[in-house]
């Protein structure tokens, strides 16, 4: 969701992104704004702008923008005030990415209706999964609302989250040495132990951690399970998320995680055998993508178990850098960064265990 480097891969050709583009702090968005929808129009622009369903649909002057937080692939993520009639809640508000660069008029807005479409589509997940008896998943990100029938303010507001993305939140924190691992080994460097079993202080001094801002062996345990129970929740309610990675996780004030960035999310039928076939120029993390899911485009639940393990490597690296960049970073620049991945899979060949990893995992 938050602003990232990932390297996607289109099925038919590279994909590119788009340059952020800054909105104005306090930007309110009202009824005076290009506009609502022209009722009048062909069939398939109404289509455009219906309202997804009254259960999600917000007054649009309810809403204000306060600034921006970051950028995905298909959109920018700003943070806005939502003010109902008993209070006023902070929100996180995705929205099209507004500069389509030197393209002509056509070709932006054509753009910008494949960036409504991916919101949409996005929307269209938010609403499955909060169809569920429990009304959703305390590891998922919530839905909050949406303005679905304004051209130029097309948007989706989920829950606001402090932390930011958990990539970023790792990367800080192993830059300012705020990690302390939890794990020795013993004499003969052969066996792992917990510093609780040679320290019987160290449970007891967890808040003081905490307050110090420090983070642990077992928060990046905690983390990995949260995610675990995210995507348990997922198949539950049949949907691949296929972009799961820890910059699509974002983090709360008191370390619960939420999955979010439903972008490239698809909701399974029932009777297709757990399967999702890809379609020809869509944008897929390859990083992260199983095997047999690069070899032939086709996604199964069980392809999701292949990017959780990347997730867990990248937790306990702390984000610094791209899965299997240290093999092949230097294939990146001249086109053959994919074959190359498929070979070295193929060959047997995967992530190198991080040294602080606990043996069990």
């Known amino acids: 969701m938050w602003e990232t480097s990932e390297e996607f891969v289109e099925y038919s050709t590279n994909g590119g992104k788009m340059e952020e583009d800054n909105m104005s702090e306090n930007e309110n968005i009202s009824k005076d704004n290009d506009e609502y929808y022209n009722w009048n129009a062909p069939i398939q622009e109404r289509l455009n702008y219906e309202a997804i369903g009254e259960k999600f649909e917000i007054d649009p002057n309810a809403l204000k923008i306060m600034q921006s937080i970051g950028k995905g692939y298909?959109?920018?993520?700003?943070?806005?005030?939502?003010?109902?009639?008993?209070?006023?809640?902070?929100?996180?508000?995705?929205?099209?990415?507004?500069?389509?660069?030197?393209?002509?008029?056509?070709?932006?807005?054509?753009?910008?209706?494949?960036?409504?479409?991916?919101?949409?589509?996005?929307?269209?997940?938010?609403?499955?999964?909060?169809?569920?008896?429990?009304?959703?998943?305390?590891?998922?990100?919530?839905l909050l609302g949406a303005i679905t029938t304004i051209k130029t303010d097309f948007c989706l507001l989920t829950e606001y989250c402090e932390r930011g993305s958990l990539d970023r939140f790792l990367q800080a924190k192993w830059k300012n040495g705020a990690f302390e691992d939890e794990l020795v080994f013993e004499d003969n460097e052969?066996?792992?132990?917990?510093?609780?079993?040679?320290?019987?202080?160290?449970?007891?001094?967890?808040?003081?951690?905490?307050?110090?801002?420090?983070?642990?062996?077992?928060d990046l345990l905690w983390f990995a399970l949260q995610i675990a129970r995210a995507m348990q929740f997922l198949t539950a309610m049949n949907v691949m998320h296929r972009d799961i990675a820890v910059r699509n996780v974002l983090l709360k004030l008191d370390y619960t995680l939420k999955v979010a960035d439903f972008g490239l999310s698809r909701k399974l039928k029932e009777n297709d055998d757990a399967y999702y076939v890809g379609n020809?120029?869509?944008?897929?993390?390859?990083?992260?993508?199983?095997?047999?899911?690069?070899?032939?485009?086709?996604?199964?639940?069980?392809?999701?178990?292949?990017?959780?393990?990347?997730?867990?490597?990248?937790?306990?690296t702390f984000a610094e850098q791209q899965p299997y960049s240290a093999?092949?970073?230097?294939?990146?620049?001249?086109?053959h960064f994919y074959e190359f991945l498929i070979d070295h899979l193929s060959s047997g060949q995967r992530l190198s265990i991080p040294n602080n990893v606990p043996q069990q995992v």
Request: hydrophobic share 35%; charged share 25%.
């Open 190 to 218: 052969n066996e792992q132990v917990w510093k609780i079993q040679r320290d019987s202080n160290w449970g007891d001094n967890y808040q003081s951690r905490r307050e110090n801002g420090l983070i642990t062996t077992s």
């Open 280 to 316: 020809m120029g869509t944008a897929l993390p390859i990083r992260y993508i199983a095997p047999e899911s690069l070899k032939s485009g086709r996604f199964a639940i069980t392809s999701e178990y292949w990017s959780f393990g990347v997730v867990v490597w990248e937790l306990f």
């Open 327 to 335: 093999e092949f970073d230097k294939y990146e620049n001249n086109g």
């Open 74 to 142: 298909f959109s920018d993520v700003y943070m806005g005030i939502i003010t109902l009639p008993n209070e006023s809640i902070p929100v996180a508000v995705k929205k099209p990415q507004k500069d389509t660069g030197s393209m002509n008029v056509l070709d932006g807005e054509a753009i910008l209706r494949r960036q409504r479409q991916a919101l949409r589509d996005e929307l269209s997940i938010f609403a499955h999964l909060q169809s569920s008896s429990t009304g959703g998943h305390e590891n998922v990100l919530k």
